[in-house]
């Protein structure tokens, strides 16, 4: 398994501002991948983040808005550009761990992200 | 694209009671299944998986099923207890997870 760590667990943004959001994971993993949970909606997912190239983003997501880092094998980040109150949401990352046989998934704690 | 149809979308019981939760995939071609818990704020908890190549897979009180030809997987949870209470989420992996709105659990003590 994997433990998974994300920063902040949640804050309070004004309109117009970018937030980065920070995960971090106790093991190397392979694949990482970036969620979205509107209020009282499901996991939608933003994007795989790769290990040193480009993120693959879904459709309806694109890196001006949601630009992605991952400059290692444990860590990823996911910023939130020129946010509105659209944006209000629980972001979470999630993780596979290296060697998993099965590609299980683990998922981090989410970070809340509330837009004035 | 892979759709996903979890019912019932909420249920209460008492405590005691055992819990069926459905769900329901579009696309057949999967790797495994993954059972999730998610309470209220929070992130989700893997708490089965089952392989592409299994009909079955248990832990402790908990059962899963699946019946990839047919699209379908449920979640058996024996003696519910309130700490059960809590939001499940199933996903089918074709690559990546796609997830279904859930089944809001409450277990009345």
């Known amino acids: 398994s994997a433990v998974i760590s994300q920063k902040p667990s949640r804050d309070i943004c004004q309109r117009g501002t970018s937030l980065t959001i920070q995960c971090q994971v106790d093991s190397q993993v392979t694949m990482m991948f970036w969620y979205r949970q509107q209020p009282g909606q499901s996991l939608t997912l933003i994007a795989t983040?790769?290990?040193?190239?480009?993120?693959?983003?879904e459709s309806g997501f694109v890196i001006d808005k949601f630009p992605i880092s991952r400059p290692n094998l444990t860590f990823s980040t996911l910023t939130v550009s020129n946010m509105s109150p659209e944006d209000s949401s629980i972001y979470l990352c999630?993780?596979?761990?290296?060697?998993?046989?099965?590609?299980?998934?683990?998922f981090g704690p989410g970070t809340r992200l509330t837009v004035l | 694209k892979q759709e996903v149809t979890q019912i019932p979308a909420a249920l209460s019981v008492p405590e005691g009671e055992n819990l069926v939760l459905n769900c329901s995939f579009t696309d057949s071609a999967i790797y495994n299944l993954q059972w999730f818990r998610q309470d209220p704020g929070k992130g989700l908890t893997s708490l089965l998986l089952?392989?592409?190549?299994?009909r079955e897979q248990t832990s402790g009180r908990l059962n899963a099923s699946l019946d990839k030809s047919s699209g379908r997987s449920t979640l058996y949870i024996a003696a519910s207890q309130p700490g059960d209470s809590a939001t499940y989420l199933c996903?089918?992996?074709?690559?990546?997870?796609?997830f279904g709105a859930g089944t809001t659990v409450t277990v009345r003590a």
């Open positions: 089952i392989q592409s190549s299994q």
């Open positions: 996903a089918p992996n074709d690559y990546k997870l796609s």
């Open positions: 999630s993780a596979n761990p290296w060697g998993s046989p099965y590609n299980e998934q683990f």
């Open positions: 983040a790769n290990q040193g190239s480009e993120a693959t983003y």
